[in-house]
């Protein structure tokens, strides 16, 4: 299958973020990636297939440590690499240690599409949920629900959030059999505890407003929550949930061999709500 990768041009916000970004296109569904650089910190390390691509962006730039908000490929694919070339430290949450110190395997499509496999390595763990970066102290707030080893980056003093793949959008119609929306909904009501101005999205990009949008994508998986609930009590089943409340789309669910396709996110509900 043909993949089309793209490196869009880099970005700077507020004279203190550099991001690194690029797409994927393949069938006509396009993929972002976005890495960002925060006071030598570098958030995230982008796919395989854009090993070139971070490099150059790093040799430019110079980060002096990495951290990576959770295991999968587009996140953590040129860490080992990174660090071998520039000697560069990584730290990460303890889950994502154990996942990339044993190595994941990755279905069929991620494959493809990100590039090959991530080799093992064992990054650090950060001591008392925090990491210092040239100007100041970031707080790593766990967030699973996407993953279970996911975490985001707090700034404090700008009310910044490094988000990983917390948001994607305001309203996500897919996932992957890994997602739990109801571990999602309590992430998100947990970050939304803090005070956010803008948040970086490994996905999509800059979001200003980012309460806002942290908030949307809350409401909107609780209302997903309440009608699958509902539906389920009725006495449908899930893929009549499915196919009643979420996208009909089926390009990507054929494109990823049915690895990433709406019906996890209802399952996640009904399997964790009546513990079926
Ligand atoms: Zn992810």
Redesign the pocket.
């Known amino acids: 299958m043909f993949i089309q990768h793209t490196i869009m041009p880099n970005l700077e916000y507020d004279n203190m973020v550099k991001v690194a970004r690029g797409k994927m296109k393949v069938a006509g569904q396009t993929f972002q990636y976005h890495c960002y650089l925060y006071e030598g910190l570098l958030i995230d390390t982008g796919p395989p297939r854009a090993k070139n691509h971070i490099f150059t962006f790093t040799d430019n730039e110079r980060p002096n440590q990495v951290f990576l908000t ?1 295991y ?1 490929e ?2 953590s694919g040129n860490a080992a690499f990174l660090r071998e070339k520039f000697q560069l430290p990584i730290y990460s949450g303890p889950q994502t240690r154990s996942y990339l110190s044993q190595g994941f395997s990755m279905p069929l499509y991620r494959k493809v599409l990100w590039g090959r496999k991530v080799p093992k390595y064992r990054p650090s763990i950060l001591n008392d949920h925090v990491i210092q970066h040239k100007s100041g102290t970031l707080l790593a707030i766990h967030t699973p629900g ?2 279970d080893d996911h975490y985001c980056l707090y700034d404090p003093d700008r009310k910044w959030l490094f988000s990983g ?1 917390l948001f994607l959008a305001k309203k996500v119609r897919f996932g992957m059999k890994e997602d739990s929306v109801p571990r999602m909904i309590e992430s998100l009501q947990h970050i939304l505890t803090f005070d956010i101005q803008t948040i970086f999205c ?1 996905h999509a990009g800059i979001v200003e407003k980012g309460y806002d949008a942290l908030h949307a994508k809350l409401e909107f998986l609780l209302q997903l929550s309440e009608n699958t609930i509902k539906l389920y009590q009725e006495g449908y089943n899930i893929q009549e949930i499915t196919v009643q409340l979420l996208s009909k789309n089926k390009k990507i669910r054929w494109l990823t061999h049915n690895e990433f396709s709406p019906h996890f996110f209802i399952r996640s509900i009904v399997k964790e709500t009546f513990n079926s």
Request: charged share 25%.
């Open positions: 959770h999968h587009d996140h996407h993953s793949d490994g």
